[in-house]
């Protein structure tokens, strides 16, 4: 029997919109009103409410970038799996962009960075009953071809590569690697996408300059444990960090 021939396909459903207040908003209203379901994909060409972790805005040029909410329905995965279901969805992204460049890494917990720049951010929004997950919105923000940012620690694929390019063909990228991990998920390839995460994890086994409320220290991160803590040796001992409670410098 060739288990692979169960998994589930996704069957995208793209929805493209104009101008919302936030995909991620759009999608879990959809889902509310029982308008949307497992492959469920809403692009917008701009936002003016766009999300990003930790309450921050994410901000983004009219139609130059990549603005999308996947809805996923993974049933067989129940609340100890989030944190290989949130590295399958960096994984995605850092594919997808590594078809155009080089040098495309994650940075924990769930940025995409090139050369020490951030091209890419996921804001993955969970809707938990019980102790299963009823579904899964995964809200991806790529710059493509915006130039000009408001930060130094912002890129583009353009910026990075002096190329322009085609957004769908950016979407079918991403649409292509999302069913790929979606099925290593079903597998239960636990340990497939923990080693590709920590190959591409940015700054591993470096020393690197941390912060926390307390106190500035260099430090090396070692890996993202099972919880999705960063486990960071400090002097010779390992200590282990929530995503709110560390950043590097
Ligand atoms: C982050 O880096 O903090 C996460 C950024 C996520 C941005 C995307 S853009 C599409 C989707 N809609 C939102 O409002 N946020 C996500």
């Excluded at 997808?96 to 050369?115: C, E, G, H, Q």
């Excluded at 990075?160 to 063909?169: F, G, L, V």
């Amino acid at each position: 029997m060739d288990i692979n021939a169960f998994a589930p396909p996704i069957h995208f459903n793209i929805i493209w919109l104009d101008e919302v207040t936030s995909t991620n908003e759009v999608a879990k209203q959809m889902l509310l009103d029982k308008q949307a379901s497992h492959g469920t994909m809403i692009i917008a060409n701009y936002q003016t409410n766009g999300r990003g972790q930790l309450d921050n805005a994410w901000e983004s040029e009219s139609e130059n970038n990549i603005l999308c909410s996947f809805i996923l329905e993974p049933a067989f995965l129940n609340l100890t799996h989030q944190t290989w279901f949130n590295m399958a969805m960096c994984l995605t992204v850092r594919d997808a962009l590594a078809f155009y460049t080089k040098d495309v890494a994650i940075k924990w917990p769930n940025d995409i960075y090139i050369n020490d720049k951030k091209v890419a951010g996921i804001l993955i929004e969970n809707t938990i009953q019980g102790s299963t997950i009823k579904n899964i919105v995964v809200g991806i923000g790529i710059n493509i071809n915006q130039q000009k940012f408001s930060t130094q620690k912002a890129t583009s694929l353009f910026n990075q590569t002096s190329n322009w390019y085609n957004r769908n063909d950016v979407l079918q990228q991403l649409i292509n690697h999302i069913t790929v991990r979606y099925k290593q998920l079903w597998l239960k390839q636990f340990d497939k996408i923990n080693s590709d995460y920590h190959q591409v994890l940015y700054g591993i086994n470096q020393i690197l300059p941390f912060k926390t409320d307390t106190e500035t220290f260099s430090g090396m991160i070692k890996r993202v444990n099972a919880n999705g803590h960063l486990v960071v040796d400090k002097n010779g001992t390992e200590q282990e960090f929530m995503v709110k409670q560390i950043s590097l410098v």
